[in-house]
């Protein structure tokens, strides 16, 4: 029998702060075990949290970002439980007075366009970490991360394959990185996800018992996770057993998912609203302060570049990878005034250097002025654009203008007829052969004749007015 998936996620967002989310302790990653940890982050008894303003900024900008509600009154929730990383006995955490609610991610993949409705978006702290391979007979504890501010966001269960789990992540990953909100670090857990996931029959509007699979912190697992659970579950079905609550780990060595515990219920952590702080009472002039600190989303500015200057999906792809590339290309569209042309010269030449010099946008010494100076020679026929290929790798390792090494090298291209009509009446009569070849129907001998011109001339000579003037001589 064919079967249904149904499929909400929980992200868990870390937000790039410097500090934690209640206590000055530093909230960067890689540093010595339990280096960034002080007497709040260990629950000593007497000390009181105090909220870091950045972090409900940070959680504001993403809520806005996805349309969804601020709530003016939330409040935090200790969630109760025991572990060892967890020294305070309790995580701070929201629930339905969270700071996020509603809300719609709109995600498209190769299937179509899928609206998947928020829950909410809590603001909580993270637990530390258990550390296994540090010793061969303990356990190690690590409280770095004891702290930091997260915003778990909860889908509806909205999603209907792994396909659209993994379209629906990756588009919230590139959006809290936009927003420079999160890092997105996923090898250092700063971006990981808790899919569950359930099976119906097709067509129903049934909510099955749904199996959480735990903490997956990449792309390629959480569509493994999901693809393998969906298949188990429909193996259980089809024989006739049920598929229980529970919560289970994905192992990517083994390709399996196992039962790490039955599935809790929210009654189990006694959540209470935290006696140590404050509703977390938002002002409407606050909201609206964040709102207009919003840069244009990439959503918007996707249109805005497939409407204004034609750019396909590739092209929109490359230049919104990041915020500070697509910066960078509206300030070349702005300079050169050709956001097609702009586009062309980034996905290309540009592209290959950046791969091979930058990391990021911030490392590029080719400002966008210069760039541009370089596409104007192109533009107004100075230079060919395989000249200006040429030229952008000088142009980028060093600070001279484009006409400066335009100039310097001899480069501008000769657009003179007469000239050009000079230099192909010698390669017709260089090469008899292939000019009566040419005569005879064999078309491509214009390509050859066409590179013996622009040879003669040294590569200046107009590629367009050359092919032009030869095959106006060649009929002759
Ligand atoms: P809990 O408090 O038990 O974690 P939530 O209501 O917060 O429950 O839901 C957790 C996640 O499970 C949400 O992302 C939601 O979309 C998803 N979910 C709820 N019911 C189902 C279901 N039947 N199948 C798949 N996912 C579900
Ligand atoms: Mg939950």
Redesign the pocket.
């Known amino acids: 029998m064919r079967y249904e998936?149904?499929?909400?996620?929980?992200l868990h967002i870390q937000l790039a702060t410097a500090s934690k989310l209640f206590s000055p302790s530093s909230a960067t990653f890689g540093a010595e075990p339990n280096a960034h940890v002080n007497e709040i982050d260990l629950g000593f008894p007497g000390v009181l949290p105090v909220l870091n303003a950045q972090a409900v900024r940070f959680a504001t900008l993403f809520g806005l970002a996805i349309g969804a509600e601020i709530n003016p009154h939330a409040f935090f929730m200790r969630k109760n439980y025991f572990y060892p990383d967890l020294p305070k006995g309790y995580q701070i955490s929201q629930?339905d007075d969270a700071i996020i609610r509603g809300g719609v991610v709109t995600v498209e993949t190769a299937d179509g366009v899928r609206k998947v409705r928020i829950?909410?978006g809590q603001l909580e702290e993270d637990a530390g970490k258990s550390v296994h391979d540090a010793f061969p007979d303990r356990t190690g504890i690590d409280l770095n991360r004891a702290g930091v501010p997260l915003i778990e966001l909860?889908?509806?269960?909205?999603?209907r394959s792994a396909a659209e789990a993994v379209a629906y992540m990756r588009q919230l990953h590139h959006l809290v990185r936009y927003l420079g909100i999160s890092d997105g670090n996923m090898q250092e857990g700063s971006f990981r996800c808790?899919?569950?996931?359930?099976?119906?029959a097709a067509g129903s509007d049934?909510?099955?018992?749904?199996?959480?699979l735990k903490n997956i912190n990449s792309f390629r697992f959480v569509e493994q996770a999901i693809n393998l659970e969906i298949e188990r579950q429909s193996d259980l079905m089809d024989s006739g057993k049920a598929v229980e609550q529970e919560t289970r780990l994905f192992d990517p060595d083994r390709m399996e998912t196992r039962t790490m515990r039955s599935?809790?219920?929210?009654n189990d952590y006694r959540y209470f609203p935290d006696p140590d702080l404050l509703p977390l009472d938002l002002a409407p002039e606050w909201i609206e302060e964040t709102r207009a600190m919003l840069p244009e989303l990439p959503q918007a500015r996707a249109e805005r570049y497939r409407q204004d200057y034609g750019l396909d999906a590739d092209a929109i792809q490359f230049i919104l990878q990041m915020r500070d590339m697509a910066d960078y290309y509206d300030t070349l569209t702005a300079a050169c005034g050709d956001g097609k042309l702009a586009a062309n010269w980034m996905q290309g030449e540009f592209a290959r250097l950046y791969n091979e010099h930058a990391g990021s946008i911030k490392d590029i010494p080719l400002t966008a002025a210069r760039f541009a100076g370089l596409l104007q020679r192109v533009q107004d026929n100075t230079i060919s654009a395989s000249a200006a290929k040429k030229l952008l790798p000088q142009l980028w390792a060093g600070d001279a203008t484009a006409d400066e090494l335009i100039d310097a090298q001899g480069l501008r291209q000769v657009n003179d007829d007469g000239q050009i009509a000079a230099w192909v009446d010698e390669v017709i009569a260089a090469h008899p052969e292939q000019a009566a070849a040419y005569r005879a129907g064999q078309g491509k001998m214009l390509g050859f004749l066409t590179g013996q011109v622009l040879k003669r001339s040294q590569g200046q000579a107009n590629p367009k007015t050359v092919n032009a003037l030869l095959q106006e001589k060649l009929k002759a």
Not at 194 to 200: E, G, L
Not at 263 to 266: H, N, V, W, Y
């Open positions: 998936p149904v499929i909400g996620l929980e629930l829950n909410r909860v889908s509806e269960p909205d999603l808790d899919a569950n996931v359930s099976i119906r049934d909510l099955n018992p749904r199996v959480e599935k809790e219920e929210a």
